[in-house]
T-cell receptor
Framework: DGGITQSPKYLFRKEGQNVTLSCEQN?????MYWYRQDPGQGLRLIYY???????QKGDIAEGYSVSREKKESFPLTVTSAQKNPTAFYLC????????????FGPGTRLTVL | AQSVTQLGSHVSVSEGALVLLRCNYS??????LFWYVQYPNQGLQLLLK??????LVKGINGFEAEFKKSETSFHLTKPSAHMSDAAEYFC?????????????FGTGTRLTIIP
């Protein structure tokens, strides 16, 4: 079955530590996205990538970093510079033609203690 | 710039009653519009989308939405609510049919179904 996997489902880290969230897709999509979700704020775009080895900042990129070394993978690192990292993180992918319908992974809930 | 407003962060309806979730958008060019549903601690699932053509769009689980350009609206409806409809619903807009344009999401509406 084609889809998007995110791991782990739940992640706990101590304050000041960097943490990397995994996102893999087997939909053969060119574009991938990372969103942050907080209660009452909807989804906010962190980074997106349309092609391997290229990515763009979204609305809230500060304190985050990404890489796109393979078409299938788009890991997100939450750095110690992110002031409030506790949130639900969603990865998505889409084609770059058509209607930009995005397919979402199951999400990772990050809690920083 | 594009934007989405969802009126009502929480909506409660009785089982069997009409579901109406409101979405208004702002876009400088003809928009593409989407409704997504999210169950607790899960990702988003596409319910339906409007791109071009017929303005009344039917989606999964008996939901439908109507694109009204004059009102800049894309409200989501379902004639008869079911307990399984309890979830959070997001309206989203994009101004382009290319993947280099991002989706802009509303802040969501949590739907509660009263038995």
């Amino acid at each position: 079955d084609g889809g998007i996997t995110q791991s782990p489902k739940y992640l706990f880290r101590k304050e000041g530590q960097n943490v990397t969230l995994s996102c893999e897709q087997n939909l053969n999509h060119d574009a991938m996205y990372w969103y942050r979700q907080d209660p009452g704020q909807g989804l906010r775009l962190i980074y997106y990538s349309q092609i391997v080895n290229d990515f763009q900042k979204g609305d809230i990129a500060e304190g985050y970093s990404v890489s796109r070394e393979k078409k299938e993978s788009f890991p997100l690192t939450v750095t110690s510079a992110q002031k409030n990292p506790t949130a639900f993180y969603l990865c998505a992918s889409s084609t770059i033609t058509g209607y930009n319908e995005q397919f979402f992974g199951p999400g990772t809930r990050l809690t920083v203690l | 710039a594009q934007s989405v407003t969802q009126l009502g962060s929480h909506v409660s309806v009785s089982e069997g009653a009409l579901v109406l979730l409101r979405c208004n958008y702002s876009s400088s060019v003809p928009p593409y519009l989407f409704w997504y549903v999210q169950y607790p601690n899960q990702g988003l699932q596409l319910l339906l989308k409007y791109t071009t053509g017929a303005t009344l769009v039917k989606g999964i689980n008996g939901f439908e939405a109507e694109f009204k350009k004059s009102e800049t609206s894309f409200h989501l409806t379902k004639p008869s609510a079911h307990m399984s409809d309890a979830a959070e619903y997001f309206c989203a807009v994009t101004e382009s049919n290319f993947g280099n344009e991002k989706l802009t999401f509303g802040t969501g509406t949590r739907l509660t179904i009263i038995p």
